[in-house]
């Protein structure tokens, strides 16, 4: 019996099957530092999904849990808003924002970070 082949018999990759596939992970933003645009509670927020190239920790609004170094993230920002307004998020807690409230869950005199 002979070994299965894993690729097709040319060698090559059909132009049309590539780009489908390439149009998938845009639409469904699988691809990291692209950017894309949602809407939230009336605002438009601009959302890009980060590698885990960063050296710092961050903290989630959604979970008040830190995002350790190294951890593929989330990164959203009002739209008309400034640098200062960017959020680092987990995945999990920008994809469940409507499901969770936004209530600070540490105590008031616990250190921000």
């Known amino acids: 019996m002979s070994p299965r082949r894993n690729r097709p018999r040319g060698g090559a990759v059909s132009s049309?099957?590539?780009?489908?596939?390439?149009?998938q992970d845009d639409e469904a933003g699988g691809r990291y530092g692209l950017e894309r645009t949602e809407d939230w509670r009336g605002e438009e927020w601009a959302v890009r999904l980060v590698g885990g190239t960063a050296?710092?920790?961050?903290?989630?609004?959604?979970?008040d849990q830190e995002i350790p170094a190294g951890v593929p993230h989330v990164v959203a920002w009002p739209r008309?808003?400034?640098?200062?307004?960017?959020?680092?998020?987990?995945?999990?807690?920008?994809?469940?924002?409507?499901?969770?409230?936004?209530?600070l869950q540490r105590s008031r005199n616990a250190p921000r970070y």
């Open 16 to 23: 049309s099957s590539s780009s489908a596939s390439g149009r």
């Open 55 to 63: 050296g710092k920790q961050y903290r989630c609004p959604g979970c």
């Open 80 to 103: 008309m808003g400034h640098v200062e307004d960017r959020r680092h998020w987990h995945k999990s807690c920008w994809n469940a924002r409507d499901r969770r409230g936004a209530r």
